[in-house]
C-alpha cells in the first residue's frame, strides 16, 4: 500500500506531524497503547492506574525535567515522545557512561506509535524527525541526540537511521524489558552547523 493511501479508520498518513504536552486526558489512550502487543514487547510498562501516575504524574504536574509528548498526525493521536536533557538524569549518565560519554546539553527522545495499523509505513522516521526539530529549538543549547535502542528492535534502528542519526556505540543497557539480553545500539545525531 503506498504511503499516501489512508488506513481505513485512521489520519492521512501524509498529514503533518505535531507535538504537543500530554495531558490527563489522554491516559486511557496512552493504556491502551502501552498494552498493545508492539509497544508492550518495547515499552513493557504497566498498565494500571498506579502505574500510569506513577510513570506520567509527575510530568502531568510539571514536576519532570523531561517532557511527555502526543505525537499527532493531522491533529490525530498517534503515538508518545517522550524528550529530555541527559544530564537532568545523572543516574541514566551513569549508566552509558561504559560506552558512550554523553555530551554537555545532549538531549534523547523515546518514542512510540499506538495504532498497530500505522507501523511500518514511514511514520517512526516523521515522529523522531518532528522531536529533534522542536528540541532544537525549544534547546538551543542541545549539541546533540542521543538515543540507545535495544539491539533487538531493529525496526527502532531504522527509523532513526532514516531520520539522519548515525550508529556511534554498542555495549550493555539494562534493558526494559527483562526478557531482551542488555545489547544495545546508541544512535547519534548533531545538532546542524546552520542551526549554530
Known sequence: MPPSVTPADGPSLDA????????????????RWLAAPHVHRWWFHETTDEALERD???????????????????????????RARW?????????????????DGAL???????PVELTGRGLGPRIIAAAVAE??????????????????????????EKAGFRRVATGELPPDNPADPPLAHVHRLDRPARLG
Not at 486526558?25 to 496512552?30: E, H, N, P, V
Not at 506520567?56 to 517522550?82: H, I, K, N, S, Y
Not at 527522545?109 to 499506538?114: K, S
Open 16 to 31: 503533518p506531524v505535531t507535538l504537543r504536552p500530554l495531558v490527563r486526558a489522554d491516559l486511557a489512550l496512552l493504556r
Open 56 to 82: 506520567f504524574g509527575a510530568g502531568l504536574r510539571g514536576e519532570e525535567p523531561g517532557e511527555d509528548l502526543v505525537a499527532e498526525l493531522g491533529g490525530v493521536p498517534v503515538g508518545l515522545v517522550q
Open 87 to 103: 544530564h537532568d538524569y545523572p543516574e541514566e549518565v551513569a549508566a552509558i557512561a561504559p560506552i558512550l560519554t554523553i555530551p
Open 108 to 114: 534523547t527522545v523515546d518514542y512510540l506509535i499506538g
Open 135 to 160: 528540541g532544537w529549538e525549544r534547546y538551543p543549547d542541545a549539541t546533540a541526540v542521543v538515543v540507545p535502542v535495544a539491539a533487538g528492535n531493529r525496526a527502532s534502528c531504522r527509523a532513526l
